[in-house]
């Protein structure tokens, strides 16, 4: 294409199933760390590791791997790299503000309030990503934003992680779990096709590589071999952590049964020892 013109908004629809398959695969597994997260909080104490495994599998995976498969997606006349610093920055965001939510949210009783402020900061921190990750590629092309579409987006990612924190602390089993990562993967790929949508990409003639950069050919199938293995990392560990928790729990209730007084047989409670 000549320089100043405008690339056509297209996409390969293999690749976006694909970083929806990634965006469903990191909700289901951040949604197995909120409940872990809330028997904790309903155990007295929230340790540090499914805060991480949230913050990873949502804003690591679901959100950060799914949003640079949406970008290899987009059909463009060139290849895209991305700046190192960028691209490392936009997962430290996205994971960080995920992280932030779930421990926010889950310290304490549920609450809708609670869960309105935890899902404002991670839409806020989901847009950021999706926003810092745009700013990393390097291309031959600059982008023209439409404002009322960059808003949408924005607005798009407060709801979307306002409804997904709800999601993830009021699941009970399985299928609800299921159907709970779909529609988050529905609303995290949303965001991002509106993201991509705002930004016209107008062809130049010159390729700004601004530093050191990576490939971007290779960088989402990278993306999603590794959030891959560290999902499957992930569920390994809840699955032990689960097994744990009950045995810790069978314990207690061991304990108590143990410790209760025994009555005596034919006795009953309140009944007088001496004569009538």
Same mark, same amino acid.
């Given at each position: 294409?000549?320089?100043?013109?405008?690339?056509?908004?297209?996409?390969d629809g293999g690749l976006v199933a694909l970083s929806f398959l990634i965006a469903a695969l990191g909700s289901y597994v951040a949604l197995l760390a909120a409940a872990g997260i809330r028997a904790e909080t309903q155990d007295g104490e929230i340790r540090g590791g499914y805060i991480v495994i949230g913050a990873v599998a949502m804003g690591g995976v679901g959100i950060w791997g799914m949003h640079f498969i949406g970008m290899l997606a987009q059909n463009l006349?060139?290849?895209?790299?991305?700046?190192?610093?960028?691209?490392?920055?936009?997962?430290?965001?996205? *994971? %960080? &503000?995920?992280?932030?939510?779930?421990?926010y949210v889950g310290r304490e009783r549920f609450s809708f309030t609670r869960c309105l402020i935890g899902g404002c900061a *991670? %839409? &806020?921190?989901?847009?950021?990503?999706?926003?810092?990750?745009?700013?990393?590629a390097r291309m031959p092309a600059v982008l023209l934003w439409n404002l009322p579409l960059v808003v949408l987006s924005v607005l798009i990612a407060v709801v979307a992680a306002t409804a997904a924190l709800w999601l993830a602390f009021n699941t009970q089993n399985e299928r609800q779990r299921i159907g709970a990562a779909i529609l988050m993967a529905v609303a995290v790929c949303g965001m991002h096709y509106t993201g991509a949508a705002a930004g016209a990409v107008i062809c130049t003639a010159k390729n700004d590589a601004g530093g050191r950069y990576i490939g971007g050919a290779m960088?989402?199938?990278?993306?999603?071999?590794?959030s891959i293995v560290t999902l499957l990392l992930m569920r390994w560990h809840l699955q032990r952590a689960s097994q744990r928790f009950r045995a810790r729990m069978a314990q207690r209730i061991d304990s108590i049964i143990e410790s209760a007084p025994v009555e005596a047989p034919g006795r009953s409670p309140g009944a007088s020892a001496g004569p009538g």
């Open positions: 294409m000549s320089p100043g013109e405008i690339v056509p908004l297209s996409f006349p060139f290849e895209v790299g991305y700046q190192i610093g960028l691209t490392i920055l936009s997962f430290l965001v996205a *994971a %960080g &503000f995920s992280g932030w939510a779930f421990w *991670a %839409g &806020f921190g989901v847009a950021s990503m999706h926003y810092v990750g745009m700013s990393a960088l989402p199938y990278i993306a999603f071999a590794l």
